[in-house]
């Protein structure tokens, strides 16, 4: 069973950065794509990104681009998610996933087989 383990949230204000982690307890991390993804108070799990798993690939929801970068670094185990101007609408627990064996960047959950607890991001306006 893999385990993931998010860190880096917090409280900041409109405008400011956060740069969450996702640190995974697989060996063979490299062999897993992997995504993060958010859920806000009263609203279901939503896609954020996801990064291939070599790092070559990655995809983004509309409304992060440019503002929110996701990277990897297998030889750590772990992955990122920098997040930059950030909105109220931001606010939500964040959620690292892995996925096994895929050469596409996964985009839906149940493209994933691992799951964080979640760390909280909270965006104040």
């Known amino acids: 069973q893999v385990q993931l383990v998010e860190s880096g949230g917090g409280l900041v204000q409109a405008g400011g950065s956060l740069r969450l982690s996702c640190a995974a307890s697989?060996?063979?991390?490299?062999?897993?794509?992997m995504g993060w993804f958010r859920q806000a108070p009263g609203k279901e799990r939503d896609f954020v990104a996801a990064?291939?798993?070599?790092?070559?690939?990655?995809y983004y929801k509309d409304s992060v681009k440019g503002r929110f970068t996701i990277a990897r670094d297998n030889a750590k185990n772990a992955i990122y998610l920098q997040m930059n101007s950030l909105k109220p609408e931001d606010t939500a627990v964040y959620y690292c996933a892995a996925a096994a064996g895929r050469d596409y960047v996964p985009l839906f959950e149940y493209d994933y087989d691992y799951w964080g607890q979640g760390t909280q991001v909270t965006v104040s306006s």
């Open positions: 990064i291939s798993r070599s790092g070559d690939n990655t």
């Open positions: 697989e060996r063979t991390f490299g062999n897993y794509a």
